[in-house]
T-cell receptor, first 114, second 118 residues
Framework: GNSVTQMEGPVTLSEEAFLTINCTYT??????LFWYVQYPGEGLQLLLK?????DKGSNKGFEATYRKETTSFHLEKGSVQVSDSAVYFC?????????????FGSGTRLQVQP | EAQVTQNPRYLITVTGKKLTVTCSQN?????MSWYRQDPGLGLRQIYY???????DKGDVPEGYKVSRKEKRNFPLILESPSPNQTSLYFC?????????????????FGPGTRLTVT
């Protein structure tokens, strides 16, 4: 079945540091890939997405590239801010069946210190 | 404003007392789904619905029921809640692309319902 593996957190960085959160996946077919962010006490918000190999999703300074050869979708940001502190979830969407379920990683908590 | 709403946001109940968590979306989405979030496990799908009157089981359906009588609403029903259903629940919705399109639209999530069963 499908699965998503994320690096364990928490990840603690100083403001303006470079961020990488690793995400690898196992899936049949050609899934769509997503990064969602969950701020404290809130629901999940879509951060960025990529629907095919070599696509780069980007939003709010975050980027991730769909790498089919390494089955990866790592999240990066060049300069983090305190306001980026949240839990980040990598997810893939099952496109081979009608279920269209999202398979999530376990989440990575990011803490950015001033 | 386009959104998914859930009610209640917080609920504490006792074992065996039937409850319903409501979910409503105003984006005319065909697809709706329920997830539960547990520490270290990410989110897992409970049930989903491809359209009105079409529902099916996700990964963890035991102990839950759903219905889809209207396009905008997708309530989650716990007939006899147990402590292992203590969790954070999210409703989500999205458009449904053609089956053979080979891609998926993103899902929009509600704010979550924190349920405690004692």
């Amino acid at each position: 079945g499908n699965s998503v593996t994320q690096m364990e957190g928490p990840v603690t960085l100083s403001e303006e540091a470079f961020l990488t959160i690793n995400c690898t996946y196992t899936a049949t077919g050609y899934p769509s890939l997503f990064w969602y962010v969950q701020y404290p006490g809130e629901g999940l918000q879509l951060l960025l997405k990529a629907t095919k190999a070599d696509d780069k999703g980007s939003n709010k300074g975050f980027e991730a590239t769909y790498r089919k050869e390494t089955t990866s979708f790592h999240l990066e940001k060049g300069s983090v801010q305190v306001s980026d502190s949240a839990v980040y979830f990598c997810a893939l969407s099952d496109t081979d069946t009608g279920r269209r379920a999202l398979t999530f990683g376990s989440g990575t908590r990011l803490q950015v210190q001033p | 404003e386009a959104q998914v709403t859930q009610n209640p946001r917080y609920l504490i109940t006792v074992t065996g007392k039937k409850l319903t968590v409501t979910c409503s979306q105003n984006m005319n989405h065909e697809y709706m789904s329920w997830y539960r979030q547990d520490p270290g496990l990410g989110l897992r799908q409970i049930y989903y619905s491809m359209n009105v009157e079409v529902t099916d089981k996700g990964d963890v359906p035991e102990g839950y029921k759903v219905s889809r009588k209207e396009k905008r609403n997708f309530p989650l029903i716990l007939e006899s809640p147990s402590p292992n259903q203590t969790s954070l629940y999210f409703c989500a919705s999205s458009l449904s692309p053609p089956r053979l399109a080979g891609y998926s639209y993103e899902q929009y999530f509600g704010p979550g319902t924190r349920l405690t069963v004692t």
